[in-house]
């Protein structure tokens, strides 16, 4: 939203001295950025709504064309977009509830507002839209380079069969993979490799029509669907000259470099009539044309059926093991980030082959997706998980456990019933206890046949989770439907929201959704000890991952259980999450961690010996001194932890011109010693970030009138 343009309200209230009240309010506060319009019924809101850009709408639900929720269902019918904050002149629980569920952003009682209250809620209500927004947005494309994702892809993909069938045309699907991308992460790091993907997923889009279709399915994978094809002569010219203009060099600085390559393709109906079939084939075209060069490209032939019969022996030999007792189960703990508590454990395969040693689950759990394996081995690992449970109660251990489980095995007839036996036949175990996992992609498809699945699991007492949320995202109506007990936050946003701040904003987001619907969020691939601390900042206070504890072995947990002590600082956190305008002041920690995260990571440590350039991270260049003298001096400055945190400021500052020109000289001593002490001021700096924010919140309580 423009700054300079005034922030236009429409409220719609019958009672011309709430009207009035309204506009008294915020002209005592000085407010001059917003506009207020009036309607008196529901009928000429809609009017106005049709007729004028309106950005955000304050409804009451007593008007006298329309009552209660009906009012609020009938405004937003056609104009979802625009943010409603609900009036209300009796504190009801219940329907500020149900507000919430039914699309209002926020609830106002009568009598309890101020000037103040109702500007930050309109705005706080205008900002929370345009992030609803951008998950909608998410659901059917990628964050990072705007391509179609996964789900639109197969929407997409589904229409071009149908397409194919009705005119008797073919049609081919390329899987596209980049060559060694790892390299360039490891070489360059994250920020360029992402930087990498958009530049490929921008010449994609410009290298094919306007009909085709460009998907990014996964971290370097992508997929073309190209229409009407002719004959595979002309297809294979339509993909050489594609390949050519992907392989010229891209920008990345200092220098730039050249990627290839590899590609596969399927055809319909020549190579399948299914979606998953002519992936599949792809797929497995595209890793042979992998291993006999850079920018080869493979069509699906016969002989590549050697390879399934690779896979059919990996699947043959797993379930062998599985006979032969190789498989065991390791249990990652989840914990409360805030009070320490153990909240239960995530059940996770392992397969100790005598031949080739202990295989991790993205070592064959590739090659049996899709296939009956799957559901054997995810009704072994079910099984295994209870009796482990039954094991632990035993020794006076009541724990909760998680088991992902495959959509094959959910779709199973008799699923349901093996379910139920297994509780029967451990007494001891808490059904609640029980929680299986299932990701969110395998939720959202034939979504009214996985919810009566769903359903008659959650009736028999056994929770469900949402695996990797955020990542194939449907809807909020998809979400509000089913009998979902938690969600659990893709890694790939943990990992990365130090560093992305768009991440932040999802997390934040689905923190809230989980809130708003009464359903627990889980962080997972909390990697980062700072991330921790940040993740309780968010909304989101339950968290696994490596910073907590690896997967153990059973007879491992209870040790572990006497011995876990979390972090302290996650300890202190608040579990209030921030507000306007504590976003400048999460904003500035992120980006003053991520420029000491930056000189250290330039520098490479005490034993580096790598000359840098000057320049290559200025500390006079650190990006958070403009907010520390203007907006952060004007929101904080009478705080005595900002005095303090700015004197850190000044000091880390100082400590990174040391440890530049120590590393520029090529003295080891002077780079250690301010390597060293850099580290530990990082520390000291997330404390007085946390001592500000706590400083902040408990000045306000004390301002706040007696209610």
């Given amino acids: 939203m423009n700054p300079q343009t005034p922030v236009r309200v429409l409220m719609v209230e019958d009672n011309p001295g709430d009207v009035t009240l309204a506009r008294e309010m915020l002209r005592s506060i000085g407010e001059e950025r917003i506009e207020l319009l009036t309607a008196n019924r529901v009928r000429v809101a809609l009017e106005i709504l049709a007729e004028t850009r309106v950005d955000a709408v304050l409804l009451d639900l007593s008007l006298p064309d329309e009552h209660g929720l009906e009012t609020l269902k009938k405004l937003r019918n056609g104009n979802e977009t625009v943010p409603i904050v609900v009036l209300s002149g009796h504190e009801d629980e219940q329907t500020a509830f149900s507000a919430l569920q039914n699309g209002a952003q926020d609830f106002l009682v009568k009598g309890t507002i101020t000037g103040h209250l109702l500007t930050r809620s309109i705005f706080y209500a205008i900002t929370r839209k345009e992030m609803e927004s951008q998950l909608q947005h998410m659901a059917f494309h990628d964050a990072l380079t705007g391509l179609p994702n996964r789900k639109l892809f197969y929407e997409q993909m589904h229409r071009s069969i149908e397409w194919a069938d009705r005119f008797r045309k073919q049609m081919a699907l390329v899987s596209i993979d980049l060559d060694n991308f790892k390299a360039v992460n490891e070489s360059f790091g994250h920020v360029a490799g992402d930087s990498l993907l958009r530049q490929v997923a921008h010449r994609m889009r410009q290298a094919v029509r306007k009909t085709d279709t460009v998907a990014r399915m996964g971290s370097d994978e992508f997929v073309v669907i190209f229409e009407n094809v002719t004959n595979p002569h002309d297809l294979s010219e339509i993909v050489r000259k594609f390949i050519n203009d992907l392989t010229v060099g891209y920008s990345l600085p200092p220098d730039p470099v050249t990627i290839s390559f590899s590609v596969g393709i399927s055809l319909y109906p020549l190579d399948g009539s299914r979606e998953e079939e002519l992936i599949r084939k792809a797929d497995r075209a595209m890793h042979q044309a992998k291993e006999n060069g850079p920018n080869q490209f493979r069509f699906y032939n016969s002989a590549m059926e050697q390879e399934e019969k690779s896979r059919r022996r990996i699947r043959n030999a797993l379930s062998g093991a599985m006979e032969k007792g190789e498989l065991y189960l390791c249990y990652q703990p989840k914990v409360n980030l805030r009070t320490g508590k153990v909240l239960g454990f995530e059940a996770l395969v392992r397969w100790q082959d005598p031949e080739l040693g202990l295989r991790l689950p993205n070592q064959f759990l590739p090659d049996i997706q899709g296939t009956e394996t799957v559901v054997e081995l995810g009704d072994w690992v079910l099984g295994e998980a209870i009796a482990q449970m039954e094991r632990w109660v ?82 909020l109506s998809h979400l509000k439907n089913l009998p979902v007990d938690t969600l659990k936050i893709d890694q790939s946003f943990v990992i990365s929201m130090m560093e992305r701040r768009e991440d932040m904003a999802i997390i934040e987001s689905i923190s809230s959704l989980g809130k708003i619907f009464n359903i627990e969020v889980i962080a997972e691939g909390l990697e980062r000890r700072e991330c921790g601390i940040m993740l309780v900042r968010l909304g989101c206070e339950q968290a696994q991952g490596f910073a907590i504890a690896q997967p153990m072995p059973a007879d491992e947990i209870p040790g572990w259980i006497r ?77 005595p932890a900002f005095v303090e945190l700015k004197n850190l400021y000044h000091e880390i500052r100082s400590t990174g011109n040391r440890l530049l020109e120590g590393h520029l000289k090529n003295d080891p001593a002077e780079t250690e010693t301010h390597y060293r002490k850099i580290l530990g001021l990082k520390d000291h700096l997330l404390q007085k970030y946390a001592e500000l924010q706590k400083e902040r919140i408990l000045t306000a309580l004390v301002a706040r009138p007696p209610s």
Wanted: aromatic share 8%; hydrophobic share 40%.
């Fill in 563 to 639: 011995r876990w002590k979390h972090e302290s600082d996650w300890l202190g956190t608040t579990n209030r999450q921030w507000e306007f305008p504590d976003e400048t002041l999460l904003a500035t920690q992120v980006a003053h961690l991520n420029w000491i995260q930056d000189l250290v990571a330039r520098i490479g440590g005490p034993a580096s010996g790598s000359q840098g350039r000057k320049g290559d991270n200025d500390p006079q260049e650190c990006p958070v001194l403009a907010w520390f003298e203007k907006r952060g001096k004007i929101e904080y400055g009478h705080l």
């Fill in 394 to 475: 035993a020794k006076g251990l009541d724990l909760p456990v998680s088991v992902n489980v495959d959509v094959l095995q959910l779709k199973k007839p008799d699923f349901i019933g093996k379910l139920e036996n297994l509780l029967v036949a451990h007494p001891s175990v808490l059904p609640s206890n029980l929680e299986l996992e299932i990701l969110e992609t395998t939720a959202m498809e034939e979504f009214h046949v996985m919810r009566e699945i769903l359903e008659a699991v959650h009736a028999q007492g056994v929770r469900l989770a949402l695996d990797d949320f955020g990542t194939g995202y449907s809807s």
